[in-house]
């Protein structure tokens, strides 16, 4: 009987180190955490410019996407503020563990050709829930604002003409 219950708790103990961190993809949480992303204007939320929103584990300087963008939960009022993903399960992490995570934002097909688009600062999930445990929420998520990225033509015709201003300068 002692060898079976020993047996049994060392099944345990290894399913355990094997099962998969989870969060919960969401910005918020009434009455525990609320960080909005809103868009350029600072005011209206990124939802109203049809913003979409995805989860990425840090590992250094490498991100990792976690499940797929979402869109934000309304485009118009409050609602156009908050994502909600629903629980996601973290690989490469373990139930009970911490992970650092970064959450981005962006207008368009990808955030790389996005010219709106904007990022969280690096946030620790302390204690991953999985398994029986609860999926974590990102507690310690902040709030960010997408900013307008010009478009390379336009950088390149702002200093063409700011070239053209100095050249005519020198001969006056």
Same mark, same amino acid.
């Given at each position: 009987?002692?060898?079976?219950?020993?047996?049994?708790?060392?099944?345990?103990?290894?399913?355990? /180190?094997?099962?998969?961190?989870?969060?919960?993809?969401?910005?918020?949480?009434?009455?525990?955490?609320?960080?909005?992303?809103?868009?350029?204007?600072?005011?209206?939320? /990124?939802?109203?410019? =049809?913003?979409?929103?995805?989860?990425?584990?840090?590992?250094?300087?490498?991100?990792?996407?976690?499940? *797929?963008?979402?869109?934000?939960?309304?485009?118009?009022?409050?609602?156009?503020?908050?994502?909600?993903?629903?629980?996601?399960?973290?690989?490469?992490?373990?139930?009970? =563990?911490?992970? *650092?995570?970064?959450?981005?934002?962006?207008?368009?097909?990808?955030?790389? /050709?996005?010219?709106?688009?904007?990022?969280?600062?690096?946030?620790?999930?302390?204690?991953?829930?999985?398994?029986?445990?609860?999926?974590?929420?990102?507690?310690?998520?902040?709030?960010?604002?997408?900013?307008?990225?010009?478009?390379?033509? *336009?950088?390149?015709?702002?200093?063409?003409?700011?070239?053209?201003?100095?050249?005519?300068?020198?001969?006056?």
């Amino acid at each position: 009987m002692k060898k079976t219950l020993v047996a049994i708790a060392a099944l345990m103990l290894s399913a355990a /180190a094997y099962g998969q961190g989870a969060v919960n993809f969401a910005n918020r949480l009434s009455g525990v955490f609320d960080a909005p992303v809103l868009a350029p204007n600072g005011t209206d939320g /990124a939802g109203t410019l =049809g913003a979409v929103a995805q989860l990425f584990l840090v590992n250094g300087t490498t991100l990792t996407p976690i499940g *797929t963008a979402i869109s934000f939960r309304g485009a118009s009022g409050a609602t156009a503020k908050y994502f909600d993903g629903g629980a996601l399960d973290v690989a490469g992490t373990t139930v009970g =563990g911490n992970a *650092t995570f970064r959450v981005r934002s962006w207008v368009g097909a990808s955030f790389a /050709a996005a010219t709106t688009k904007g990022e969280s600062a690096d946030f620790t999930v302390t204690g991953l829930g999985g398994g029986t445990l609860p999926a974590s929420n990102l507690d310690t998520l902040k709030g960010f604002t997408l900013v307008t990225v010009p478009e390379p033509t *336009t950088i390149a015709l702002g200093f063409l003409g700011a070239a053209a201003l100095v050249a005519a300068r020198r001969r006056k």
